[in-house]
């Protein structure tokens, strides 16, 4: 298995970054809006953490800043209906610290609130996770704001990525940026969007 990679951010999107390894070699990894919010800028030193998966037609990187997240991740994919996207979704709406609050307090709704997330599958997840988050002591992942530039584009290409369609996608940023005004970062975008697609 990969366990991390180190290498140049030659591309950053807030659903997958490219980072140049020695040697040239670029790697698509995709992330979740939490590790996008703690990358530093296009062509510095990076280590992203990493989670290998290989599927019957592909071979996909998943790629987080810290190991409370990864930890996350994998410990999300061992719930029965919820597969890779699923958990970076739940990790692009939620941070660490919410979905373990959540599982802990037994909060069906907060976990719901993700799109895709039926009653049922959030059931699971509490049921499924509860005793294996309970001893751990990991802490809310910090937000981090960009100026708002190319936000909006930004959101929507990560949403797009994420496999919402562009028309719909576009509708709801512009609905949320009249309402809210333009100095809402990428993050905020992205997760407010999550909540009205």
Excluded: C
């Excluded at 140049?8 to 990894?29: D, H, M, Q, S």
């Excluded at 996008?36 to 953490?49: G, N, T, Y």
């Excluded at 660490?96 to 307090?105: F, K, Q």
Aim: hydrophobic share 45%.
């Amino acid at each position: 298995m990969i366990s991390y990679i180190k290498g140049r951010l030659v591309e950053k999107n807030p659903a997958y970054v490219v980072v140049e390894t020695a040697g040239g070699i670029g790697f698509y990894i995709n992330i979740s809006l939490a590790t996008f919010s703690k990358l530093k800028e296009e062509s510095e030193e990076v280590k992203l953490l990493t989670h290998y998966i290989v599927k019957e037609d592909a071979q996909i990187l998943y790629g987080f800043v810290d190991e409370e997240e990864r930890e996350l991740f994998k410990l999300l994919l061992t719930v029965n209906g919820i597969g890779p996207n699923t958990a970076r979704l739940i990790l692009s709406s939620m941070s660490v610290g919410e979905v373990l609050n959540a599982i802990a307090t037994e909060d069906v709704k907060a976990i719901q609130s993700v799109k895709g997330i039926g009653a049922k599958t959030a059931q699971r997840v509490i049921i499924e996770l509860k005793d294996k988050t309970k001893k751990t002591d990991w802490a809310a992942a910090p937000k981090i704001s960009v100026t708002y530039n190319n936000n909006k584009y930004e959101a929507l290409s990560a949403l797009i990525a994420l496999g919402f369609p562009k028309a719909g996608a576009e509708s709801v940023l512009d609905k949320i940026i009249k309402s809210e005004g333009i100095n809402l970062s990428v993050e905020e975008l992205i997760k407010r969007s999550l909540k009205l697609l």
